[in-house]
């Protein structure tokens, strides 16, 4: 990889709150959003994926919806990853990734897997999950990021069995759980929590300013300071994709805290 790219999005397109002249302009047609949210940022995260299944044809019609270059963040079902022992999670895996995920062709970005919050770390048994995960499906190369939300995954041996299966950890800016920083795939997946409604753009000029810098740190294959890291051990400096979505928070600001940070980064 040579020239790493920049990704920045929302979660999702349809949210009533965006419409009328806040994100969607005024009279917008509901199957026309996809095209629009896809003409001003360059990703989404789809979120419907972790509480239903679609058919292929779904897929193949998002990925005809958005412009070359665009990239869908697929948000992998909650049963696969809200079970007890992930260990077992294989015939559940097999059948999210069946259900025509692959019909995004090259729209397909990273996979999100996403724990809950009470999902304590157990190194038997999410190693023995990491390594459920396949590295393609239908001849389609896949990527693969983790989003841990317990206190207890924030330790070196995490980090470590993380590098070792290629899976990005997902540094998660909120203020419910820890974060981590470490970079741990061939590339980086960043999901900002935080945005609140008293600014336009949901978080404040110099905070944007600061997440534009270290998504560009993160691409180059630098390690951004003031970030909260689990080991001491750096990952290899090499160029890496780099996709921010604004998610949560106030989320009525995503589309422009996400259109801002990418002004930033054209700038």
């Known amino acids: 990889m040579t020239n790493a790219l920049i990704r920045a999005g929302i979660g999702g397109w349809t949210y009533e709150p965006w419409r009328g ?3 969607y302009p005024e009279g917008l047609v509901q199957k026309r959003e996809l095209d629009y949210a896809a003409s001003k940022l360059t990703a989404i995260e789809i979120n419907g994926t972790y509480y239903s299944s679609f058919k292929p044809a779904s897929f193949a019609g998002w990925a005809k919806a958005v412009p070359d270059g665009f990239v869908f963040a697929v948000k992998a ?3 696969t990853t809200n079970r007890k022992v992930l260990a077992e999670a294989g015939e559940s895996i097999g059948k999210f990734l069946g259900q025509g995920l692959t019909e995004l062709g090259d729209r397909l970005g990273p996979i999100l897997w996403q724990f809950m919050a009470t999902k304590k770390f157990d190194a038997d048994d999410f ?3 990491l390594k459920l995960l396949p590295a393609a499906h239908d001849g389609v190369a896949l990527r693969h990021a983790v989003q841990v939300r317990h206190e207890s995954f924030h330790v070196a041996e995490f980090v ?3 590098r070792a299966a290629g899976v990005a950890i997902v540094y998660a800016d909120s203020a419910e759980y820890p974060a981590i920083a470490d ?5 980086v ?3 900002l929590e935080n945005a609140e409604e008293r600014f336009v753009a949901g978080y404040a000029p110099t905070a944007l300013d600061r997440w534009a810098e270290v ?5 180059s294959g630098r390690q951004p300071k003031g970030l909260p890291y689990a080991s001491d051990v750096a990952a290899p400096k090499q160029p890496r994709d780099t996709f921010v979505f604004m998610i949560n928070g106030a989320k009525e600001r995503a589309p422009a805290a996400a259109m801002a940070l990418l002004e930033r980064l054209d700038g």
């Open 215 to 219: 998504a560009r740190e993160w691409a």
């Open 127 to 129: 190693g023995a999950f």
């Open 77 to 79: 079902s909650r049963y």
């Open 183 to 187: 970079v741990t795939g061939d590339f």
């Open 160 to 162: 470590a069995m993380a």
């Open 21 to 23: 002249g806040v994100f």
């Open 189 to 191: 997946y960043a999901r």
